[in-house]
């Protein structure tokens, strides 16, 4: 019988295998680490969060590696991955709407200074928050994919400026688009508040820095739900210390989880939200990414695909 091979995390792979059982009953779905893992040319994809490519490359019949998530860059050794293994990128409404409420979350949460408030609830202080309007303040996306755009009109529906960035040009949007390495610091510049969605790839490792914090009105934010090494963690507490942002929300940071002892839970006015921004319950992903196999064994799938050129 046709295997179907899931790796995640140990307190919710036994759900992901229940789930993915019940929609796709023409394969046998079992964890990565089963004793029953004996016949691996049986195997016909992996699906996984944080699978490593050496061991997927061990199964010779696989059809396909599936990523529970938009990005690829959770795939231990991925450069090692044979090339004629296709990886399936997960995106789906569900994911983007997750997205869209977490970021729009964040946004409201430091406009209207809701852990100050937090803060003064503790203390049973009556203290009045004053803000500005949304339409006094401009948010950046770092990232214009399908999160990205979705983000984008939620926060101008609300009443927020909003400006973009992207590493190739575009023409005829609605926002005011910067692109290239070379109109970071104008594209910053302009930013309240800074939001990153960009995929992580050897170019955008450590773009959150120092220079780029520096260029963004004094007193901003920054929220990262892109990657955890897309940030230069000294660097945002070297911001924070000279006041040059006043609250950072980290959905994501490396490793993960983050150990106790981890630098970035001392880094000053930060939240730390736990990779939270678009995750998907087992139950919901199972159905995401069933959807997508039956389609993939037809050769209907048209949905994202690692693009290893890209990078993402």
């Known amino acids: 019988m046709k295997q179907i091979v899931i790796k995640s995390g140990e307190d919710i792979v036994d759900s992901?295998?229940?789930?993915?059982?019940?929609?796709?009953?023409?394969?046998?779905?079992?964890?990565?680490?089963?004793?029953?893992?004996?016949?691996?040319?049986?195997?016909?994809?992996?699906?996984?969060?944080?699978?490593?490519?050496?061991?997927?490359?061990?199964?010779?019949?696989?059809?396909?590696?599936?990523?529970?998530?938009?990005?690829?860059?959770?795939?231990?050794?991925?450069?090692?991955?044979?090339?004629?293994?296709?990886?399936?990128?997960?995106?789906?409404?569900?994911?983007?709407?997750?997205?869209?409420?977490?970021?729009?979350?964040?946004?409201?949460?430091?406009?209207?200074q809701l852990i100050p408030i937090l803060e003064a609830n503790k203390s049973k202080r009556w203290d009045r928050f004053v803000s500005p309007l949304a339409s006094d303040i401009t948010v950046g996306i770092m990232g214009y994919g399908g999160m990205g755009k979705a983000v984008a009109e939620l926060l101008t529906k609300i009443g927020y400026n909003v400006c973009v960035w992207a590493n190739s040009s575009r023409s005829n949007e609605p926002y005011k688009y910067y692109s290239g390495k070379s109109s970071l610091s104008e594209f910053a510049s302009k930013c309240d508040v800074l939001i990153c969605l960009i995929p992580l790839t050897e170019e955008t490792k450590g773009i959150l820095d120092y220079e780029l914090f520096s260029s963004m009105k004094k007193g901003g934010c920054l929220i990262n739900v892109g990657r955890g090494l897309h940030l230069n963690e000294q660097d945002l507490e070297r911001a924070m210390q000279e006041d040059l942002l006043s609250h950072a929300f980290l959905d994501c940071l490396y490793p993960e989880p983050l150990p106790p002892d981890a630098f970035a839970w001392t880094i000053k006015n930060s939240t730390i939200t736990c990779h939270s921004g678009a995750s998907i319950p087992p139950e919901v992903g199972a159905k995401i990414i069933a959807k997508n196999i039956r389609l993939f064994e037809k050769g209907l799938y048209d949905g994202p695909m690692y693009d290893s050129k890209l990078g993402y």
């Not at 079992?30 to 061991?55: H, M, R, T």
Request: hydrophobic share 45%; glycine share 4%; with cysteine.
């Open 16 to 112: 992901w295998v229940l789930s993915m059982s019940e929609l796709l009953p023409e394969f046998k779905i079992l964890p990565f680490n089963s004793p029953e893992l004996i016949e691996q040319k049986e195997v016909s994809y992996v699906i996984g969060w944080c699978p490593d490519a050496d061991c997927v490359n061990s199964f010779p019949n696989i059809k396909g590696l599936v990523s529970i998530g938009s990005g690829v860059d959770h795939i231990i050794n991925l450069d090692r991955l044979r090339s004629e293994i296709p990886v399936i990128r997960t995106v789906a409404p569900e994911l983007i709407q997750r997205m869209r409420e977490f970021a729009s979350m964040c946004v409201l949460s430091w406009h209207r």
